[in-house]
């Protein structure tokens, strides 16, 4: 049975769901392990578990977050090779796709990104031209390493759980040697909101918005909900890039998607088409953004969201 390894990096206080769906696709591909770096809290662990995690790997290092990815990547490949895995998933951020490209380097692998499906013999399923094409590849390699993008799979736990035993893996020293070392970090301002990943409740603004997303804010804000953003938007400097929802943003899946003064360009579509019920505001009827939208509202956003903000207030109580 093929051994396939997780990588987690940083799991916090409690799994994300993409680490919980790269659990979920590794029991389908072969023998999970998980390689983790930083802390690992009881109730991370215990979840990993019920995920059917037959090992865990943790870095002889305690310092990998003070540099960039070099020493994460060398950290993976010795886990690998300790694991005898023959199938690496990570996460599809940026980060993740630069440690999976060294680790491909170091282990002669097959790297294959932007993953949305895999079978059970590794053919993966790679989501192309913004989505509107899946394109299957199989890496020839002895190890390959795939990138999923996050909402591929419903997270599911195994039916039996295991004990796992964690095992520490030995980093090169050289590693750190030849890395960038991080220098100083300054934290964001917490919104309060949900992350933007994995919020059930999304409410983007693009162009429209013309630089003020107070509107959306507010509407989001008595919904619970996570603000995104088109790229227009990002690009503009009215919202950080990390808002950004699309081919070179984020993929999302809501329940609900409430999309204001955004045309609903191809490459905006690619990153948030699969959520379950789309909510359009959009001033020109004729806009693309319609042809998805479950509920299509032709009006200015300046005058529909604060509305719907009060409505909802007023019923809320
Ligand atoms: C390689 C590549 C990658 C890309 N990746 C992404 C990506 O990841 N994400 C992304 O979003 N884009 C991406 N783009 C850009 C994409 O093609 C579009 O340019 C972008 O999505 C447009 O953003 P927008 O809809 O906000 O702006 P516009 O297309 O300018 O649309 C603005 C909309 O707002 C409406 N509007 C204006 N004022 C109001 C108002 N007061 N009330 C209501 N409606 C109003 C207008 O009718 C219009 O429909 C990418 C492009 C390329 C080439």
Request: proline fraction near 5%.
């Amino acid at each position: 049975m093929a051994k396939v390894l997780v990588f987690i990096d940083n799991p916090g206080q409690a799994l994300k769901k993409a680490s919980l769906e790269l659990l979920t696709f590794a029991r389908s591909l072969g023998e999970p392990a998980v390689a983790f770096n930083g802390e690992l809290h009881d109730g991370v662990a215990e979840t990993l578990a019920a995920y059917g995690a037959q090992a865990l790997y943790r870095p002889s290092a305690a310092d990998l977050d003070d540099y960039l990815v070099g020493p994460k990547a060398a950290y993976l490949a010795a886990a690998v090779q300790t694991a005898g895995a023959t199938i690496v998933l990570t996460e599809n951020s940026a980060e993740a796709k630069e440690i999976a490209a060294r680790l491909g380097i170091r282990l002669g692998a097959g790297v294959i990104t932007d993953v949305v499906g895999v079978e059970p013999g590794g053919t993966a399923h790679k989501s192309v031209l913004a989505g509107s094409y899946t394109t299957t590849a199989k890496a020839t390699t002895p190890v390959a390493v795939l990138t999923v993008k996050p909402n591929s799979i419903t997270p599911e736990p195994a039916v039996t759980g295991t004990a796992p035993a964690t095992v520490t893996v030995d980093v090169p020293e050289t590693a750190a040697a030849a890395s960038a070392r991080i220098t100083s970090r300054t934290e964001k301002a917490a919104s309060g909101r949900p992350d933007l990943g994995e919020a059930r409740i999304v409410v983007a603004g693009g162009r429209g918005v013309d630089g003020n997303f107070g509107p959306l804010e507010d509407l989001a804000d008595a919904l619970g909900a996570a603000i995104g953003a088109s790229r227009a938007a990002t690009d503009a400097g009215w919202i950080g890039h990390d808002a950004q929802i699309g081919q070179t943003g984020k993929t999302v899946a809501p329940q609900l998607y409430i999309s204001a003064g955004i045309s609903g360009a191809i490459q905006q579509k690619a990153g948030m088409q699969t959520a379950k019920v789309i909510v359009a505001v959009n001033k020109d009827a004729e806009s693309p953004i319609f042809e998805i939208a479950d509920f299509g509202i032709v009006g200015d956003l300046f005058k529909v969201l604060p509305q719907a903000t009060e409505e909802i207030k007023k019923r809320r109580g």
